[in-house]
């Protein structure tokens, strides 16, 4: 664990901390643009939910996908509820646990989405190769 994880965890109430270095696809005006972390770009530090017994993180992220922007989190695993937590906070942007529509996918985890008005330009990831720290509260 990081200098700057262990800081995070000192800190009180923090549940789990993450460290994303920001991926991304897309980027012509008519393409889907993504950014932050998925099994297909970014990466992240350490990948396992503390939250929900070590099942490993499938994504933390914002998409684009043809004008309606969202930020989403999944964790795959059969430990997952929607439960645990009250605020994910990307970068200093927070997303409210209640606020999410939650969907439930049994022994393969869950999904949290949020719509949001954010775009490309202002989204929490920032550009790629951007280092995130992201917490749940």
Known sequence: MSGMQMMLLGSGGVLD??????G???SAPMQDRNRGYSGTFGS??????DIYAGDPIGNIGWSENGGSPNYSFSVFGS???NSGWTTLTIGS???LRTDATFTALG???GVWSWNTTDVVGDQAFGTI?????CTFT
């Open 17 to 22: 901390t993450q460290i994303v270095t920001t």
């Open 24 to 26: 991304g696809d897309g």
């Open 44 to 49: 992240i530090v350490d990948g396992t939910s």
């Open 79 to 81: 430990n997952v509820t």
């Open 93 to 95: 942007k927070p997303l």
């Open 107 to 109: 022994a393969f985890g």
């Open 129 to 133: 190769g951007s280092i995130v720290v």
